[in-house]
C-alpha cells in the first residue's frame, strides 16, 4: 500500500478528512460574507482572514486551542461555546471526533496537528496553481517540510538539474526526519485557495516536494473537494441562508463544550493567499 493510500484511510476512518472540508467550508463562507472591496478588503485580505477562520474551525473540530477540554468526558459538559460565531446550524454539520484523537502539533508556530502518523500544516497558495507552489520561496518552515524527503519507492518521474543532495538541504532533511522521528510522524500539507470573483474554493491535502528549479510541487497530492477521488474539481462557497447566531434570538441545539483556552496560532499574513510559516 502507498503512503498515500495509507495517509487517506487512517484520516478519512478517523474522521479528520471530513472535518478539514467543513472547516474549509466553514472559514470561506465567514470570510466571503464579511469580504467588502469598498472597505478597502482585497486579495491578501481574504487569504489571511480564510487562513485564521479554517484554524478556529479546526481547534473546534479537533478539541485543541481555545476549545481543548481535560477530558474527553469533559467535551459534552456544556452547551453552546462550540457554536458561538458560526452561521446558524453550521456546528450541527461539525465531524464529531473525540477529544484526543487529533492534537495539537505545532512546527515553529505554523499552525499544524496530529493524528496517529500523521501531521497536518496549512498552507495557501494561487488559485488554480496547486502543481506549481514553489516551495524554494515560500517560508522556512514549509522549505523544511517540502524538503523532508521522498516517499518510499517514489520514482521522479521528471528529474531536474537541480539535485537534492547539497550540504544545507541534506542538514534539513535530517532535520526534519529527526524531529517526526519523535514524533512518529510524517507532515503533510493542506493547501487552500479561492477565486475571489466566481467564490470557488481549492482545498488539497498532500505530501510537498522540494521543486528546486521548477516541476511539480507534489509527490502525490488528494482533492478534498472531489465528488470521486482522483477527479479534480472545485467547490463553491456554501451560502449562509440565516442571519448569524444571536441576530434571532432562538437559541441552538445543545453542543459540546470547549475549555481552557491556549495557545495562539502565531501566523503572520503572506500576500496573496494568506498566512504562512
Known sequence: MSEQQD???????????????????????RTMDDYDPDTGHDQGWIGSTAHRLFVDRLHRAFSTGKHGVESPEAASAGLDLVAAGLAPGEHRK????????????????????????????????VYGESSRIPWPQKSPTKQRVASQGKPSGWLDPHPTLFGDDSDSLATVIQALREEDA???????????????????RELYLGRSRLNRGGGDAWYWKHDLLAANPGSPTAEPI??????????????????????????GNGERRQAPGGNDK
Open 94 to 125: 461539525m465531524p464529531l471526533i473525540r477529544p484526543g484523537v487529533v492534537v495539537w502539533s505545532d512546527l515553529n508556530q505554523s499552525p499544524g496537528w496530529r493524528h496517529g502518523d500523521w501531521r497536518l500544516l496549512l498552507t495557501s497558495f
Open 182 to 200: 519523535e514524533l512518529n510522524a510524517t507532515t503533510l500539507i493542506v493547501a487552500h485557495s479561492i477565486e475571489r470573483e466566481l467564490g470557488v
Open 7 to 29: 495517509a487517506l484511510g487512517d484520516l478519512e476512518s478517523s474522521g479528520v478528512l471530513a472535518a478539514l472540508t467543513w472547516a474549509n467550508a466553514s472559514a470561506y463562507r
Open 238 to 263: 456554501p451560502t449562509s441562508p440565516d442571519p448569524r447566531p444571536g441576530s434571532s434570538g432562538i437559541q441552538d441545539a445543545p453542543v459540546r463544550l470547549r475549555h481552557q483556552p491556549s495557545e
